[in-house]
C-alpha cells in the first residue's frame, strides 16, 4: 500500500524503488497486463519528475517482460529504442541477448550481443567483451 501511494506522489522525484517493488509483485503474481502498464506509468513518471534519469532500467524491465510474455519481436524493438537512445550503455546489451537467449531467438541474440561486444571494445572492458564473447557463441550454439 505505501509503495502505491508513494508512487503517485509527484513530490518524490525518483520513484523508481515504488515502482519497481509493484512491478516485482505483479511479476511474481503472473499480471503481465498489470506489470507492463506499471513498467509504463513509471517511465512516464520518471520522465516527468526524475529527468528520465531511470529510463534504462525501465527498458530493461520492459525488455524482459515482453520477452518473458513471449512477444520476442516487441521485446528486441523496446531493447533497439533503448539502444539507439543511449547508444553506449553497456548494460543494455547484455539482458537484451540474455532475454532473446531465454526465448531461444538466436538471430536476434547475436544482434544484441555483437552489438555489445563493439561497445565493450572502446571503452576498453575487458569483462564485458568476455561475457559478450560468450553470449555469440551460445547464440551461434543455438543456430546450430
Known amino acids: 500500500r505505501f509503495a502505491m501511494s508513494a508512487s503517485k506522489r509527484a513530490s518524490i522525484a525518483d520513484r523508481y524503488l515504488f515502482f519497481n517493488h509493484l512491478a516485482n509483485l505483479a511479476k511474481d503474481e503472473g499480471k503481465t497486463d498489470a506489470l507492463l502498464q506499471l513498467l509504463s506509468d513509471g517511465?512516464?513518471?520518471?520522465s516527468a519528475t526524475n529527468e528520465g534519469r531511470r529510463a534504462v532500467e525501465y527498458a530493461l524491465n520492459r525488455g524482459r517482460a515482453l520477452a518473458r510474455n513471449g512477444d520476442v519481436e516487441g521485446s528486441a524493438n523496446t531493447?533497439?529504442?533503448?539502444?539507439a537512445k543511449y547508444p553506449e550503455d553497456i548494460r543494455?546489451?547484455?539482458p537484451?541477448?540474455?532475454a532473446?537467449?531465454?526465448r531461444k531467438n538466436a538471430p536476434f541474440a547475436l544482434e544484441f550481443a555483437e552489438q555489445g561486444?563493439?561497445?565493450a571494445e572502446m571503452q576498453n572492458n575487458r569483462d564485458a567483451k568476455n561475457?559478450?564473447?560468450?553470449?555469440?557463441?551460445?547464440?551461434?550454439?543455438?543456430v546450430g
Do not use: C, Y
Open 92 to 94: 543494455l546489451f547484455s
Open 100 to 102: 532473446m537467449l531465454g
Open 43 to 46: 517511465s512516464q513518471a520518471d
Open 117 to 119: 561486444l563493439k561497445v
Open 96 to 98: 537484451a541477448a540474455e
Open 79 to 83: 531493447f533497439r529504442e533503448a539502444i
Open 131 to 142: 561475457q559478450f564473447e560468450e553470449l555469440i557463441a551460445a547464440a551461434k550454439k543455438l
